[in-house]
């Protein structure tokens, strides 16, 4: 079983920037990477995701040219770079593992004001 552990979020103004960061362990970190977020009221919804060797990415069409998602094999870390936030941004941001299916970590709160 794989173990989640996001940090990194917080009170930001609209415009302004956050880094999350997620450390896995549990097993070896061979496996594509996720981020997906919830807003208050909503389902959950993916943000972006990348393959395991990093040279493959993806991205809602609601973050693209805003956030970057990279990681770090050697430490086992996956980040997500948010510029340009919105409010919109605002939500519960899960870093997620692709082993058979999604394992979601516990979540870290994102919330963007005007």
């Known amino acids: 079983q794989v173990q989640l552990v996001e940090s990194g979020g917080g009170l930001v103004q609209a415009g302004g920037s956050l880094r999350l960061s997620c450390a896995a362990s549990?097993?070896?970190?061979?496996?594509?990477m996720g981020w997906f977020r919830q807003a208050p009221g909503k389902e959950r919804e993916f943000v972006a995701r990348?393959?395991?060797?990093?040279?493959?990415?993806d991205y809602a069409d609601s973050v693209k040219d805003r956030f970057t998602i990279s990681r770090d094999n050697a430490k086992g870390t996956v980040y997500l770079y948010m510029n340009s936030l919105k409010p919109e941004d605002t939500g519960i941001y899960y870093c997620?593992?692709?082993?058979?299916?999604?394992?979601y970590g516990q979540g870290t709160q994102v919330t963007v004001s005007t």
């Open positions: 997620a593992a692709s082993i058979s299916r999604w394992f």
């Open positions: 549990g097993r070896t970190f061979n496996y594509p």
């Open positions: 990348i393959s395991w060797s990093g040279d493959a990415t």
